[in-house]
C-alpha cells in the first residue's frame, strides 16, 4: 500500500509539471495579452508593463522563473489585470469560498443520493423506484445555469427568504442556493450508481444467505449491503470533484460568491497569465490529491483490490 | 454524470466469455431491448428528435436568421407561439423564429453530441485496443499516460482550446471528443486482456497474421456491444458539456445556434414574460437526454442481463 | 497679468455655499443612509494612476478628490482647489486649494497632487491611463511617458503647499473639465512608500475623498463609510455606500425588485415593460456614448470598404429607428453624427443621415452600391466583428439584415473582448463594432478619435479634419469647427455611426440626488440621500 501510495505521488509530480508547461504555452499563443486595451498603449509603457511583469523574457524563462517562484516561495505572482493584488490574495480570498460550497454541495449530492438510491433498490420496480430514478434524470438533465436563475426567482424574488447573492462564511442564508443549484446533478448520479450497485448486491449470494438465516430485513440492508454497494458511488467520488469546480462557474456568476471558478474563466478571457496558472495548478494538483485519497479508499474498503 | 465503470466491466466480462457464434447473443439481446419498455420509449424518442432535426426546416414557415420587424420590439406581446403567423414556437427577443432555431439548433446538438461521441470511441477504442494487446511496457506506459492525462482539469484546457484557436465548430469538436476518449480507453484494454489468450487470437497469430490486422479484424468487433452502449451515454454527455460552453459564451457562432445557447438565452428572459423562449428548446434538451440514458441503459441491460 | 473676467466668475461662484445637495421641502430622511447599488464586475484597482474603467471611477470619487468637481448638471465646482487664475495666453494655471485633510489626519497640499500627477505620467508605474495626462497637455507628458526626460520635468509645480501651478504646452479649452476625472486625484506619498502595490487595501487606503473604504470583497462587494474628517463633512448625508457585484444582469434585475439592490441598469429590451410597471423607477438619461461600425480604410482592409459610396450606401442603408425603438427600446437615439448630440455647446450640422426618411435612405444605397458595381447579382461580402455580449449581438444580427437586401453577404464574427482590441489595433477586420465614451464635455472627446494620429483603428486621414482638429485647440469659438469636422466625417464615412447611448436603470424613488442631467453620468455619493419609507 505504502508503495502505492509514493507511486502515485511520484506520477503526480511529472502530471503537475506538463499541466503547468501546457497552459503557459497555450496561454500566450492566445492572440491580445492582459494589457491590450481600447486605447493603444504607447510602446514604452507596454515595454515597462510587459519588463515588470517578466513578459519580455523568452517563454522557457518565464516558466522557469515561475516554477522557481512557487517552489521557494510559494508565491504565484503578481496578477496582471488587477494590479492591487497578487495571485496569492486572490486564490486565498475565492479559494475557500469555492472549497465551502463545493464541499457542502458534495456531502448534500452523497447523503441524499444514496438515500435516494438505496430507496429505489429496495422498493425496486415499484412506484418509488420509478419516482426516484426519474426525480434523479430529471435532476441532471436541468442544466444549473438554468437552475440558478430559477432558485433566485423563487427563493429572492417571490417568498422573500434567501439573499439573492454574496458570500458569508457564518450565515447559512447564503449557502442554500449555491449547495442546491451545485448539487444536484451530482446527486442524480450517484443515486443511479447506488441503485444499480445495491440491486447487484441485493441478490448476490451472501445477502440470500443472511436473509435465509433470518436476519431482519434492515439489518441485511444496512450491515451486509450497503458497504459493498458503495464502492462505484467512491469511484465516481473523483471525477464529481472535478467537474464541481467547473460546475462552480455557473454559481459564482449567478451568485456573485466570488469563489474560484469565476476568476479562472475570467483569467482566461482576460489573459491574466498569472491568476490562469495559479488555478490552474491549484486544481489539478488537488485532483490528483483526491484521486489518490479515493483510490486508497477503494482498496481499503475492497480487500479484492492489490496494489 | 457518470458511466459507470463497474458495470461496463462487468459487461465487458461477460461479452468476452462468449465468442460472436452466429447471432444468437444479438438476438437475444434485442428481443431483451424490445421488451424494456423505458428503452423503447427512449428510441422512439431519439426517432422523433431525430426527425424533427432532419424535417423540420421544411415545415417551418420562417428561416432561422430572418427578423420579424412587426414582432421585434413588443415580444412579450406579439412573438406568442401562434400558428397564423408561422412562429409555432414564438420568437426569440429579435424577433426571429423559435421554432426554426431550434430545429438548427437541435442539429447542431446532435451533431456535437454524436461526432463528439464518435471520436472518443475511436481514439479510446484503437487506443485501448493496442495498448491491451500489445501488454508489457508499452501497455503500462500508455496506461499511464492516460492516468496523467485523467488528472488534468479538461475543462481548463477546454476553455483554453476555444480562447486560443477561436470558435470553430471543428474545434469545438475535436475539444469535446478529446475529453472523453480516456475512460473508454481504459475499459476496452481490460476487456482486450481478457479477449488476448482466447483460442482463435492464439490461432490468428499462429498462423502469422500480423498484430495490427488481428487488433483490428478480430479484437475490435468483439468490443462492439461495449463500445455501442458507451458511446449511447456518452452522447448525453457532450451535449452538456456544449451547453455549458455556450453558456461560457465559447460556443457556436452566429447565426448558428445550439441547444446550450438557445436554453442560456432563455434562461435570461424568463422572468419577463417570453416564457416559450426557454420552454421549447428546454423541453427537446431533456426528452433527447432521456431518451439516450434510457436507451443507453436498456443496451447495457439487453446485453448484460444479469443486472436489472 | 490675470484674466479678469475668469477669477471674478470664480468669485461669483465661490460665494455660493458648499453645494451637497439639500432635501427639499417636506422630505423626510431614513434612519439608515445607504445606498447599495449595482455592479457588473470587479473593480480592477482602487489606485486613482492605475484604474482604467467607470466603475472605479465611481468609487474613486468617493475616496478622493480632485481639484475640481462636477455639479448636478455637469459644470464645473470648486473641489480641493478653491480658486483658479489663468494666465493671459492661457499655458498657465495657478490653483488655491482650501484647507482639506487626508482620512489619516494629515493635511491635503500642492505637493499632493504633484507626486501624484508625477506618478501617473512616470514609466516605472506603468498606468494605463498615462495618456490622460498627454490629453490636458501638459508640459513634457508625452516626452516623459516615453521615457525621454524624467516625471520631475513635467509642467506641474508647488509653489506652496496650497499653491499648484500647471503649465501647459498649447492653449486647451477644455483643460478645467478634465480636472473631475480620477486620473488626476491626490495620492498620499507617505502611504504609497510604505505600503506598496497593496497600499489600497481596506485599512491601508488613506485618501481625501468624503468616504472612507471599510470592506472590499473582490467580485462580491466593496463597501465606504462616511469619512468625519471631510472638509464638508457636516453636509454630507449619506453614510454608507455599498457597490454589490452581479455578473448577470437579469439576476441583477430581480435582486433590485427584491429590495436587496438601489439601482441597477435596465437589461435590453425591458425598458418600455417596466416603465409602464413601474414610472418612477425606470429612468433613462444620455449618455456620453456612441457606437459605431469602423470600416477598415487602411492597407489591409478590403477593396470595397475603400470606395467611399460603398461606405456610405453600408451607413445609409442602417435603419437606425428600428435599432432604436425595437431592439434597444431604451431611450437612445439614432446617431447622425460621432459626437454626442448632449455634449455642451456641440451643433449637429445637416447631414442626409438626419434629414432624408429612411426609405430614401434605403433607395439611395442601392444606388450608390450599384454605382459602385455592387448589388444582389454581384454580391459584397464583408465581415462584421464584434466583441462578446447580447445587445452587441442583437444590433449586428440586425444590421446584417439591413444590409442582406443590398446584395451585401455579412458574416458575423463574434469574437471575445480581448481579440477584438487586438484585432482592432492591428487593423485585422473589415468592419467592426467600437464604442467610444467621452471623457470631458466637450465635443474634441469624441473628434480627436478620429484624427490621423488618434486612435482611430480604421486609418482613415484627412488633411482637413486634422487642420480643424489643429485649430481648434487655440479658436476663440470652436462650435462652428467641430461643426465642419462633423461635415467632413459625413461625406467621407469613415464608420457608421449608429446610436448614442442612454444610461438606462432601475434607480429606487427613494434615492435623491443623483444627476439626470450630467450627459458624463459623472455622480457622487456625497450628494445623495434617503428618503424615509
Known sequence: MFAYIMRRLAVAIPTLLLLIVFSFVLMHMAPGGPFTQERALPPQVIANLNAKYGLDQPLWRQIASYLW??????????????????????????FPVTLTYGTLSFIAAVVVGVGLGVVAAIWHNGFLDYLAVGISIGAQVLPNFVMAPILVLVFTLWYRMLPGGGWSFEDPSYWIMPVIALGTSYMASIARITRSSMLEVLGSNHIRTARAKGMPEHRVILRHALKPALLPVISYLGPVFVSMITGSVVIDVYFSTGG???????????????VMMGVTILVGALTILFNLVVDILYAWIDPKIRY | MVIEERKMQSLAARLSQDEVRGRSPWADARKRFVRNKAAMAGLIILILVGLFALLGEYVAAWSNDELDFTVMGQVAQMGMPSLQNGHYFGTDDLGRDLFARTVQGTQISLMVG????????????????????????????????????????????????????????SMLFLGIGLISWLDMSRIVRGQTLSLKNREFIEAARAIGVPAWKIVLRHVVPNLLGVVAVYATLLVPLMILTESFISFLGLGVQEPLTSWGAL???????MNYGTLWQLAFPLFFFVITLFGFFFVGDGLRDALDPKDR | MMKLFTTTALLAALAMPALAVQPAEGEKLAQNQTYTYWLLDAIKSLDPAKNTDVEGSDVLRSLFEGLMNEDAKGAMIPGVAESFEESDDKLT??????????SNGDPVTAGDFVYAWRRVVDPETASEYAWFMELMNIVNATEIVKGEKSPEELGVKAIDDK????????????????????????????????????????????????????SHNLGVDITLKKNPDYWDAENVLMETVKGVTVNDNNVALTRYQAGELDRVQIPAGQYPRLKQEYPDQATSIPYACSYAYIYNVSEKGPEALKDVRVRKALSLAINRDIIVDNVLQGGQRPATTWTHWAIEGFEQPETELATLSQQEKTAKAKELLAEAGYGPDNPLNLTLQYNTDESHKKLAIAVQQFWKPLGVNVTLNNVEWKVHTDRLQNQDFDVARYAWCGDYNEASTFLDWFRTDGYNSGKWSNAEYDKLMADSKTAEDTTPLYKRAEEILAEEVPAAFVYHYAKVDMISPRIK???????????????LYRLAD
Open chain 1, 69 to 94: 517562484g512557487i517552489v521557494a516561495n510559494f508565491d504565484f505572482g503578481p496578477s496582471f489585470v488587477y494590479p492591487d493584488r497578487t495571485v496569492n490574495q486572490l486564490i486565498a480570498a475565492g
Open chain 1, 260 to 274: 474560484i471558478g469565476k476568476a479562472f474563466v475570467d483569467s482566461a478571457l482576460n489573459r491574466d497569465y498569472a
Open chain 2, 114 to 169: 454524436i461526432v463528439g461521441a464518435a471520436i472518443a470511441v475511436v481514439v479510446g477504442t484503437l487506443y485501448g485496443a493496442t495498448a491491451g494487446y500489445v501488454g508489457g511496457r508499452t501497455d503500462q506506459f500508455m496506461m499511464r499516460a492516460v492516468d496523467i492525462l485523467m488528472s488534468i482539469p479538461y475543462m481548463f484546457v477546454l476553455i483554453l482550446l476555444l480562447v486560443m484557436f477561436g470558435r470553430s465548430m
Open chain 2, 263 to 269: 436554453i442560456s438565452e432563455g434562461a435570461g428572459t
Open chain 3, 93 to 102: 494655471y495657478t490653483f488655491r486649494l482650501r484647507d482639506a485633510k487626508w
Open chain 3, 163 to 214: 499653491t499648484l501651478e500647471v503649465t501647459l504646452t498649447t492653449p486647451t479649452p477644455y483643460f478645467i473639465k478634465t480636472l473631475s476625472h480620477a486620473t488626476t486625484y491626490p495620492v498620499p506619498q507617505k502611504v504609497i512608500e510604505a505600503e506598496g502595490d497593496s497600499w489600497t487595501q481596506p485599512g491601508k487606503l488613506v485618501g481625501n475623498g468624503a468616504f472612507v473604504l471599510e
Open chain 3, 513 to 527: 440626488g443623483l444627476p439626470t442631467e450630467n450627459v458624463l453620468n459623472t455622480w457622487y455619493a456625497k450628494d
